[in-house]
């Protein structure tokens, strides 16, 4: 009880700490009222994906938001696909954090650093949480998906290194 404590302390200084930036100030409509918080989760469903989620519960449970599992494809799944992606998303929740975490899940279509952008700017997302692995390779290695989520989101990011 007392590891959870600090953990949750730990994270709430952290995003305390974290940099929000602007971005552009675009058109899209609100998709929920100002007042109501979420807490984006990225995921691909590998491993390395799902670090983050841990953290992206408790971030979601001291701020009191709504934690939306999101996972973007690059293509539009047909029906039996989507219906799998929202059940393996809706999954991903423990039994025990049902009782006090409110959830939702999204799937959208296209790339995955503008789904997530996108995604976290429509939800009035107060923070994302994304997990991120070391890029291997030479300087010429395409940034990753989080170091992007990370340079252009509108609100801060917590990101969980793997």
């Given at each position: 009880?007392?590891?959870?404590?600090?953990?949750?302390?730990l994270?709430?200084?952290?995003?305390?700490?974290?940099?929000?930036?602007?971005?552009?100030s675009?058109?899209?409509a609100?998709?929920r009222?100002a007042?109501?918080?979420?807490?984006?989760?990225?995921?691909?469903?590998?491993?390395?994906?799902?670090?983050?989620?841990?953290?992206?519960?408790?971030v979601?449970?001291?701020?009191?938001?709504?934690?939306?599992?999101l996972?973007?494809a690059?293509?539009?799944?047909r029906?039996?696909?989507?219906?799998?992606?929202?059940?393996r998303l809706?999954?991903?929740?423990?039994?025990?954090?049902?009782?006090?975490?409110k959830?939702?899940?999204?799937?959208s279509v296209g790339?995955?650093?503008?789904?997530?952008?996108?995604?976290?700017s429509?939800?009035?997302?107060?923070?994302?949480?994304?997990?991120?692995?070391?890029?291997?390779?030479?300087?010429?290695?395409?940034?990753?998906?989080?170091?992007?989520?990370?340079?252009?989101?509108?609100?801060?990011?917590?990101?969980?290194?793997?």
């Open positions: 009880m007392r590891l959870a404590l600090a953990i949750s302390t994270i709430v200084a952290i995003c305390c700490a974290l940099q929000a930036h602007d971005t552009k675009g058109s899209a609100k998709s009222p007042g109501d918080q979420t807490v984006p989760n990225p995921t691909d469903f590998s491993e390395e994906s799902l670090v983050a989620l841990r953290y992206a519960l408790s979601a449970k001291i701020e009191g938001s709504e934690l939306i599992l996972h973007a690059s293509e539009p799944p029906h039996e696909v989507l219906k799998e992606y929202y059940r809706n999954a991903l929740i423990p039994q025990e954090a049902r009782a006090w975490c959830s939702d899940a999204l799937v790339d995955p650093v503008e789904a997530i952008l996108k995604a976290a429509e939800q009035n997302a107060d923070c994302i949480v994304i997990s991120a692995h070391r890029a291997e390779g030479t300087f010429n290695v395409p940034l990753t998906t989080a170091y992007q989520v990370v340079a252009h989101a509108h609100c801060p990011v917590l990101r969980v290194r793997c």
